[in-house]
């Protein structure tokens, strides 16, 4: 069990570290390996949960054969229980027929006793008395035999008590017999009711960690499903993302292929603000202090100002560019890029098709700059080039 719940565990791990790697924008070939791997952990987890619930289901069969059992056994046992107390009962009544049956032996063999010693003080005059007395030899037989049938008698008596006596006696050890057979059952009982509860505690620990484990799986797999689900809609946005990409750089090429630019079409990129602080000349660098060509015109302007998109085109940059800052590059086509540096916040993303005059950056003054301003360049074939015959007066 413990095994189970470490592997479990480790199962939550995985889904983790394939959580964080979510965040470093994989391609759809890397997603779908994620995916699959998911869906592997997925099956794996529910064949281990399927195999715990049956696991869990055997043993609550287990606890309700100990729970029939134990109710058999209880119920023997106090029908035993019964029986012994039926028996002590009997016991307790035979033992006073033995003292009744003793104490009549004992009286019979007492009188017994005391005839006997009578007659042995008075027996030969009494006899000879009584024999001497017949009047006829038929008399004297009647007394003789009369004699002789009383001796028999006191002697059947004392035999029947003797063995009355002893019938008691072999019913007592009978009843006692008995009575030590069925103490040894029910302590058979006693022990086998202990071995069962024993064997209940066992299985009702066993079951209430199988249900620990069920509740564990099912959180693994919860949460490799949400993975699951995660990864299935970043494919989905990745393979949109990637369409997207196509169709834009599809019709960035028709555009490009359609575009021909006749010079002085290009919108202010500054609505507002048309003083230009630095032009395209040289001049004395408010960086470093050396004399440098500056390539661009310099627009001032409140820090968050709208920058707009002085043509229409297709953002080829959209981040930081070393001491421009924040900057935006737009190709028109026919070999014209614009650059929109120093921004404080850049609105437009790459490959994004923009439209003449809309807003793609914030003015700032990030990079190298000395204050909130646009730096606006114009390019030709890569090669930077006088911004002002492109702008419309």
């Given at each position: 069990m413990k095994k189970k719940i470490t592997s479990i565990f480790m199962a939550i791990l995985a889904v983790v570290l394939f959580t964080v790697s979510m965040d470093a924008s994989p391609t759809i070939n890397e997603l779908n390996q994620r995916r699959t791997a998911i869906n592997n952990e997925l099956a794996e987890n529910r064949r281990e949960l399927e195999a715990v619930r049956q696991e869990r289901a055997d043993a609550v069969r287990e606890i309700e054969l100990l729970n029939e059992e134990m109710r058999i056994i209880s119920e023997d046992m106090m029908a035993i229980e019964d029986e012994i107390r039926s028996m002590q009962a009997l016991l307790?009544?035979?033992?006073?027929?033995?003292?009744?049956?003793?104490?009549?032996?004992e009286n019979q063999y007492e009188m017994f006793i005391d005839r006997a010693v009578h007659m042995y003080m008075h027996g030969r005059t009494?006899?000879?008395?009584?024999?001497?007395?017949?009047?006829?030899?038929?008399?004297?037989?009647?007394?003789?035999?009369?004699?002789?049938?009383?001796?028999?008698?006191?002697?059947?008596?004392?035999?029947?008590?003797?063995?009355?006596?002893?019938?008691?006696?072999?019913?007592?050890?009978?009843?006692?017999?008995?009575k030590e057979d069925l103490e040894l059952v029910r302590d058979m009982y006693a022990e086998r009711m202990i071995e069962l509860e024993e064997s209940m505690d066992a299985v009702a620990i066993?079951?209430?960690?199988?249900?620990?484990?069920?509740?564990?799986?099912?959180?693994?797999?919860?949460?490799?499903?949400?993975?699951?689900?995660?990864?299935?809609?970043a494919i989905e946005r990745?393979?949109?993302?990637?369409?997207?990409?196509?169709?834009?750089?599809?019709?960035?090429?028709?555009?490009?292929?359609?575009?021909v630019f006749t010079g002085g079409q290009f919108d202010w990129p500054v609505p507002g603000h048309t003083r230009i602080s630095s032009g395209y000349v040289n001049r004395i660098s408010p960086i470093n202090g050396r004399r440098e060509f500056h390539s661009g015109i310099d627009i001032p302007a409140p820090r968050g100002t709208n920058i707009v998109a002085a043509y229409p085109g297709v953002v080829i940059h959209s981040g930081w560019m070393g001491g421009f800052g924040n900057t935006i590059m737009i190709d028109h086509g026919g070999g014209i890029v614009t650059l929109y540096g120093h921004n404080s916040s850049n609105i437009a993303r790459v490959g994004q098709q923009?439209?003449?005059?809309e807003v793609i950056a914030r003015v700032g003054s990030t990079g190298w700059s000395t204050g909130n301003h646009l730096h606006f360049e114009v390019r030709r074939n890569g090669n930077h080039t006088d911004p002002i015959p492109f702008l419309r007066g």
């Open positions: 307790e009544e035979t033992e006073i027929e033995l003292d009744i049956a003793i104490e009549l032996l009494s006899y000879l008395d009584v024999l001497l007395n017949a009047e006829s030899f038929t008399d004297l037989i009647r007394i003789i035999h009369s004699i002789n049938m009383i001796i028999e008698h006191e002697q059947n008596m004392i035999d029947e008590l003797i063995a009355a006596e002893q019938a008691v006696s072999n019913k007592i050890a009978q009843i006692e017999q008995q066993l079951v209430e960690e199988l249900e620990e484990s069920e509740t564990e799986y099912l959180l693994v797999i919860a949460t490799f499903e949400n993975q699951a689900s995660e990864v299935g809609r990745a393979q949109a993302e990637q369409r997207a990409r196509e169709a834009q750089a599809a019709a960035n090429r028709a555009a490009q292929q359609n575009f923009v439209a003449r005059g």
